[in-house]
């Protein structure tokens, strides 16, 4: 089994910029293609980011575009987010996943993490 953590959320201010953090237990992690959701109360789950295993490719969402940034270290078994130019619209609860393939789709991923909390306050 795979076993995914989050963590860097946090209650932010519009404006502001927060990077979190998913952490893989294992280490077959670079076989993993890697996205990033969330979900508000009240909302489906929505997709935010994708990286392929070498981080060669990249998808975002359209609400996100230009604002929000994936990445990875596979040496460290960890995809990050980063987030600027944060809006309250942002608030939600955070997910990583990983995927046997790449996909945007939340449908396609196999493991998740426990999700963390991200608050962006007017």
């Known amino acids: 089994q795979l076993h995914l953590v989050e963590s860097g959320g946090g209650l932010v201010q519009a404006g502001d910029s927060l990077r979190l953090s998913c952490a893989a237990s294992v280490g077959t992690f670079s076989n993993y293609p890697m996205g990033w959701f969330r979900q508000a109360p009240g909302k489906e789950r929505e997709f935010v980011a994708a990286i392929s295993r070498r981080s060669v490719t990249t998808d975002y969402a359209d609400s996100v575009k230009g604002r929000f940034t994936i990445s990875r270290d596979n040496a460290k078994n960890t995809v990050y987010l980063q987030m600027n130019s944060l809006k309250p619209d942002d608030t939600a609860v955070y997910y990583c996943?990983?995927?046997?393939?790449?996909?945007?789709?939340?449908?396609?991923?196999?493991?998740w993490g426990q999700g963390t909390q991200v608050t962006v306050s007017s």
């Open positions: 996943a990983a995927s046997g393939t790449y996909a945007v789709v939340s449908a396609s991923y196999d493991y």
